[in-house]
């Protein structure tokens, strides 16, 4: 890469440490403080401990076949089934466990999916889908929220060796359709519909305009019912794709499937995310790799035991869900907990209500829920008596403030907690405490994981000193089990999008390739990594360059803030200047002695030279369906560009209305 400017900049005032409570010590499944340099010492080796935690058809020949970079192979000669692992193998000692305990967008409507159970659901949707028609290695294209029929449907496909690729529920026909195309799927997996804030959306619509749209000739959609038959006003006509689950079902009862023995290199799944070429790229995850990865992970990281009942809030729509609600959780044996609708529907506590009711002992969330949380007040949480003993934020970089309020409102200053980076591509965390080993930071992801080896480089693409606290490029140096194997169908688009800008793409020396994460972080003398974001939302103000993260955890400092975005405008005399996008806790007034809070405390964090030029209050920010802040469409409005496409938003009348806002001000 060449320079294009001064270097990336870290100014966050550094936080202090929380040691993790002794009761958590004292229990957690790593407390072996020569595990990082076990894992350093026997590279890659090491990595058996994750294999191991499987049950295997066929022993690997290989830990890591790196003879063709950056086309690793991991547990060569291997061969594993996925569905077996999560299911089968825990029937013996923990069949009448409960594996999912869901729960509707109804208190009162709730299931308890035990380990039998599960089993026989796996066994007759896997003979369904034999039934019509899909083979060993066909993709399936899954449009599925979040009921149990979608992680039946995703270990379905393990089951019988077909890939599975599912498409977030909230993405439109045409997102769906573009997956489609790019999968080849003549199979999709949908249902009639679903609840959202009480009210039952039409899903199946989206699912015939995307028929439409695609170019692909779909043979087959197995449309799943809400209910226990389809939906009033939703039809299918005589020439229609459609095959009711519910029919296949009733003629596959207590059918066995066989699991099929892959190989640990074939492909488990594709999960699809944006592209520097804003065309969707599907990340090809393998069997054997990827799954002990998540596993591993979920044990050390998570630190989740059978008899756990852990809730991860996230949507299995995206790689969170895959991992750290499907196949790490199931493949130990614990109890994981599902929830359909909203976190405030139908009210603000919903979520501490349903983990009283469960007595949820681990507690994984986004740090955009945790703003949330803080924007409605601890008044909401206060009334239900739970009791997390760990504590995970996951998807974006956690500013300081909200940590500190996660810390003591939701785990009571006695939980421990751990903030995670990782991507879609990399199967799993990266960059975490192991939380009986390593002191809790606010703000900082914190350590490497055992056997991986980031590193921080500059834009000339030369290593920058560990430990120095200068801030650039997040890269990989090293392979690891849990990442992806290609983009599918394109490898080019896989070295260009990951591997070119760092590597030696012309050797065949492992070494010579280091992955491009394309975010922004700091290692500081602690050792301990900070994320500053993506390099996409890095701005030059007077000659500085700084992340989003530093500035919206600057604005966080501010007790009135209850969520803040930053975007860039473009100034004649600096450049470009931050303006702040902010929403404020409830019951607290927009005002000037809030605006002025807000510019002092930029000032004091990070430096009069970055003053906000603006600060803009807001009903709301907005964000994916995943809840990330779009700081692009945010910049658009700042500069008076055109907002672009907002189809992607959870509501896109958002930004419209600060557009309308920032014109009329």
Request: aromatic share 10%; proline share 5%.
């Amino acid at each position: 890469m060449s320079d294009d400017g001064p270097e990336l900049e870290a100014r966050l005032t550094e936080q202090d440490y929380f040691r993790p409570p002794t009761d958590f010590v004292g229990q957690a499944n790593v407390t072996d403080p020569e595990i990082h340099d076990r894992f350093d010492e026997n590279y890659p080796e090491a990595f058996e401990e994750y294999a191991e935690l499987l049950d295997w058809d066929e022993h690997w020949d290989q830990v890591l076949d790196d003879s063709n970079p950056p086309f690793y192979g991991w547990f060569t000669g291997g061969q594993l089934n996925a569905s077996y692992n999560c299911i089968d193998r825990h029937l013996d000692e923990r069949k009448n466990q409960a594996a999912l305990i869901w729960e509707g967008t109804d208190a009162e409507e709730s299931e308890t999916i035990t380990y039998q159970d599960l089993y026989n659901r796996v066994n007759e949707m896997a003979a369904s889908l034999k039934d019509v028609g899909v083979r060993e290695d066909d993709v399936v294209t899954c449009h599925l929220p979040m009921l149990p029929s979608l992680p039946v449907t995703m270990l379905a496909c393990a089951r019988i060796g077909a890939p599975h690729s599912e498409v977030f529920a909230g993405f439109s026909a045409q997102a769906l359709a573009d997956r489609i195309d790019d999968a080849d799927s003549d199979v999709v997996v949908t249902c009639d519909g679903y609840y959202r804030r009480g009210e039952f959306l039409n899903h199946k619509e989206k699912c015939d305009e995307a028929l439409e749209l695609a170019e692909t000739d779909v043979d087959t959609v197995l449309l799943w019912t809400r209910e226990d038959e389809l939906a009033d006003d939703i039809e299918i006509g005589e020439d229609d794709p459609y095959v009711l689950v519910d029919d296949l079902l009733a003629e596959n009862e207590r059918a066995k499937v066989d699991p099929v023995s892959r190989d640990a290199e074939d492909p488990l799944f594709l999960m699809y995310t944006s592209g520097t070429t804003g065309q969707p790229k599907g990340c090809q995850h393998r069997t054997g790799g990827y799954l002990a990865y998540a596993t591993a992970t979920s044990k050390n990281v998570l630190d989740i035991k059978p008899e756990d009942t852990y809730w991860c809030a996230a949507d299995i729509g995206w790689i969170t869900g895959h991992s750290y609600i499907v196949y790490g959780p199931l493949a130990l044996g614990t109890t994981s907990v599902m929830y359909e609708d909203t976190p405030d529907y139908p009210h603000k506590g919903r979520i501490w209500e349903i983990a009283e009711r469960y007595d949820v002992d681990i507690f994984h969330t986004s740090p955009t829920a945790v703003r949330m949380f803080m924007k409605w007040g601890e008044e909401y949480v206060q009334d239900y008596d739970f009791d997390f003993r760990h504590m995970t934020t996951v998807g974006e970089p956690i500013q300081p403030e909200a940590w500190l309020w996660y810390y003591k409102y939701i785990g009571d200053e006695d939980a421990a907690i751990v903030d995670t980076w990782w991507q879609t591509e990399t199967g799993g965390h990266l960059i975490t405490n192991l939380p009986a080993l390593d002191d809790m930071k606010p703000g900082s992801a914190g350590k490497a994981v055992p056997g991986v080896k980031p590193a921080i480089y500059d834009d000339n693409g030369d290593p920058i000193e560990s430990a120095s606290g200068r801030a650039g490029n997040l890269v990989i140096e090293k392979p690891w089990p849990g990442m992806l194997q290609t983009v599918y169908g394109n490898d080019e688009r896989f070295i260009e999008e990951y591997w070119q800008d760092f590597s030696d793409t012309d050797s065949d020396d492992a070494a010579d390739w280091v992955y491009k994460a394309g975010d922004g972080a700091v290692h500081a003398q602690d050792g301990y990594y900070r994320v500053l974001g993506r390099l996409d939302d890095v701005m030059n103000v007077a000659g500085h360059r700084l992340g989003t993260m530093e500035l919206e955890s600057a604005v966080a400092e501010v007790e009135d803030v209850a969520e803040a975005a930053v975007a860039s405008r473009e100034d004649a005399e600096k450049g470009e200047v931050p303006d702040v996008y902010v929403v404020v806790r409830e019951g607290i007034e927009e005002s000037d002695e809030v605006r002025d809070k807000i510019i002092a405390a930029v000032e004091e964090e990070i430096g009069k030279f970055a003053r906000p030029a603006n600060v803009i209050f807001c009903d709301d920010l907005p964000k994916t369906r995943s809840g990330k802040i779009m700081r692009r469409i945010l910049e658009n409005i700042s500069n008076g560009e055109e907002l672009g496409n907002t189809t992607t938003l959870r509501d896109p009348s958002v930004p419209e209305q600060i557009r309308d806002q920032v014109q009329s001000d």
